[in-house]
């Protein structure tokens, strides 16, 4: 591999100074886009999205975000590729590498994204894991920045520990951040994500704590954040999810002790169950912001790890 190349397989392989440059590069290109102005900073490169699993956002924000910076994207299908079946990771990677200039992959097992990083001679971006959903996170921090400084931020984050409360851990962990994160004792995240997280907020002073009491998580929050009880590829888990997630549901009641918290969700949401319609349509959800801001935080991503 070169030594230039620079995968986005998680923010904690990023340091605080990069993962809030490409930030403030989010912000400039979201005031750009917002006055019709598309910097061609990926003229004639192509990015491969590979997709294991659905998606709507992942999918049309990085394809979109090639074609606003001059760029183009091609779609494919696990059916079509069979990475593991048809081919091995590692040949897809190097055959990849010879055509196209960066990788999306949205897999099930994080090592698979894993492999294909480390055969591949060109960037390889996570667009969702079992373990991670990094791009997601710095939609997120783009979302909350918004709002507020995001040191000041007091983020609450309850239900599932799973791919999208790791990756929203490890960015509080780097950039030193104050997050509680309420989940039963069962479902936290995982423990070597909590291992690297408190490594890096030992460095960074952030403030992590963790409960199974949701209410505790949220009381006086500036944003309370939720995420499917049943991810991608746990359906066959998902009567059981509802009966233990249940006291989780971000509803009207939980939102009474964090009365000035802004409402957060990865989408897509299961309505009624981790959320209340009420809530996620109400006047103080943000999710919408956050979908919008994954086009403009995976622009700025992607200027990072491709430009040439
Ligand atoms: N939040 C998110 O990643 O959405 P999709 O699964 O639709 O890509
Ligand atoms: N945790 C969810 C996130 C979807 C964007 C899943 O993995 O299905």
Redesign the pocket.
Known sequence: MSPAIRHFLSVADWSAEELLAMLDRARELKRLHARGRRPRTLEGLTLALYFE?PSLRTHVTFEAGMTQLGGHAILLHRGQVGVGTRESAADVARNLSRWIDGLVARTFSHALVEELASHATIPVING?T?LL?PC?AMADLLTISERKPLREAEIAYVG?G???ANSLLLAAAVLGLRLRLGTPASHRPAVRIRERAAELAARSGARITFTDDPVEAVRGADFVYT??WT???QEHEAGERRRIFEPYRVDAALLAHAPDALVMH???AHRGEEITDEVLDGERSIVFDQAENRLHAQKAILERVMSV
């Open positions: 699993k969702l079992d959903h997601q599932d799973n791919n999208v995420d499917a991810s991608m590829g990865c989408l897509p």
